[in-house]
């Protein structure tokens, strides 16, 4: 049984957790294999195929462009796509092979209904012309970083990742992606009984968990059920979900 299971240690502890825990997976991913770890069983890959276009063929999506905007079209939940501009869907040839991809004529945004621990897409563009490319969590930057073309992602675990915006820095260019990468559902800690909701229940859960050794409760994940997981989820139920 746990050394400390009393309720009173969840009162007393405060300890710092992620903010100071360099085990904390935020981060830019560069490759699409370090995203497929994450995402595991849970990936859905959306590859914009679900409209048949001759290649060249140019046609005008909604805006913004998700599974409501266009219920007959097969578009996966979770992300919706949206462009100062038009959203267009264009059919092109991608290493020798014939694909659909969506592009919008005045940057691009992808917003995720419900956040997700990580998502990534594939980026093209021409030698030249650099895009910038933010994420967020709700209103913070989680993180940014410049790419002319390639795979980018990111790890937002311990955080959410709600949106990710595309600009170019120097050109009103096209913005152009494929195979939007996700599925994830980012699970806030601090929600236990994943109700959608941190309150008195939570830590009700957390306290039977604890003393039920069982292995959600290991906090910090050293084997052991003691002061130091009370402490770490004293902090992250405090803390709360981002908003």
């Not at 001759?54 to 992300?79: F, K, Q, R």
């Not at 991809?101 to 940057?107: E, N, P, S």
């Amino acid at each position: 049984m746990p050394s400390t299971p009393t309720a009173a240690l969840l009162l007393a502890a405060t300890a710092p957790l992620c903010l100071l825990n360099a085990a904390c997976p935020a981060q830019v991913l560069t490759t699409r294999a370090a995203l497929e770890a994450i995402l595991t069983d849970q990936i859905e890959i959306e590859d914009f195929e679900f409209i048949s276009l001759h290649i060249g063929g140019i046609l005008t999506a909604p805006n913004p462009l998700s599974d409501a905007t266009a219920p007959t079209w097969g578009v996966t939940p979770i992300p919706t796509y949206s462009s100062d501009g038009e959203l267009q869907l264009y059919a092109t040839f991608i290493a020798g092979d014939d694909s659909i991809i969506l592009r919008g004529t005045d940057g691009m945004r992808i917003d995720f209904d419900p956040p997700q621990a990580a998502a990534g897409f594939t980026l093209f563009g021409s030698t030249g012309s650099t895009k910038i490319v933010r994420y967020f969590s709700y209103a913070n930057e989680l993180g940014s970083h410049t790419l002319e073309s390639g795979f980018t992602g990111y790890d937002a675990t311990d955080t959410a990742l709600t949106s990710i915006t595309i600009t170019n820095i120097a050109t009103n260019g096209f913005i152009v992606i494929d195979d939007m990468t996700f599925g994830l559902d980012y699970q806030c800690p601090a929600d236990v009984n994943k109700d959608g909701v941190v309150n008195f229940f939570d830590m009700s859960e957390f306290i039977s968990l604890f003393l039920d050794e069982d292995e959600l409760a290991d906090i910090n994940q050293d084997g052991l059920w003691n002061f130091f997981d009370v402490s770490d989820f004293v902090t992250i139920f405090t803390t709360g979900c981002p908003q």
